[in-house]
């Protein structure tokens, strides 16, 4: 009985090793615009998150000012000019964004959106669904009851498998040209710190290597 017990428990672990081995969040796409001349200075950026959460807009921005900075950016962040409001957690319309982005000097606008969000529920069944043929318990009816009691009380649950999916985009501010664009896939993130940081360093990284940027000293 016990050999069949531990063989069931090892299919479970092996399945949910198989859930959990996956990226987290990956990249599914990205864009490089013909016109733009790699290898190209840039000294200021400004950061600009689209998400009507202010916390994911705040953590997103600041997470992304900190990658900037320490590639040698001077940043400055949508949410410092236009904080979101308990009536209003709509971003500016563009050419208020426009306005203070040339305002500011910027040189480089990243933007950060949420494109689309999907949610799937399954099933994940309980113990009664593995399966032992009768050696397992023996021929009597006690090693039977014995054996498969715990598993029918064991019923299963439900989770819901979230999925969001970002996009970033580096336009030149000063021109106003989109040079590069990411759209990246998320699952169930664990915690909106964790997420921010991770999608951060992942579009971020990719855009550096891609675009070859050189930061003005």
């Known amino acids: 009985m016990q050999h069949f017990l531990c063989r069931g428990y090892i299919l479970i672990l092996f399945s949910i090793m198989a859930l959990g081995c996956g990226p987290a969040q990956r990249i599914t796409s990205t864009w490089i615009n013909n016109e733009y001349s790699k290898n190209k200075e840039y000294s ?11 916390h994911i807009r705040a953590h997103l921005e600041d997470e992304m000012g900190k990658a900037a900075i320490a590639k040698g950016f001077h940043t400055e962040r949508s949410l410092d000019y236009f904080p979101p409001s308990f009536s209003n957690s709509i971003p500016p319309n563009k050419e208020s964004m426009n306005e203070k982005i040339k305002e500011l000097g910027c040189d480089i606008t990243f933007t950060i959106s949420l494109i689309d969000k999907t949610s799937e529920t399954r099933f994940i069944p309980g113990s009664s669904g593995i399966y032992g043929p009768y050696m397992g318990y023996g021929l009597h009816f006690r090693g039977f009851y014995s054996y498969w009691y715990p598993y029918i009380y064991d019923p299963g649950y439900y989770v819901t498998d979230k999925t969001y999916f970002m996009e970033g985009n580096m336009f030149d501010a000063k021109t106003g040209l989109l040079i590069w664009s990411v759209q990246t896939e998320t699952l169930n993130p664990s915690s909106i710190e964790r997420f921010s940081r991770d999608l951060v360093k992942l579009i971020f990284e990719k855009a550096m290597t891609d675009l070859n940027i050189s930061v003005k000293k």
Do not use: N, Q, R
């Open 44 to 54: 200021s950026m400004y950061i600009s998150v689209f998400v009507k959460d202010p």
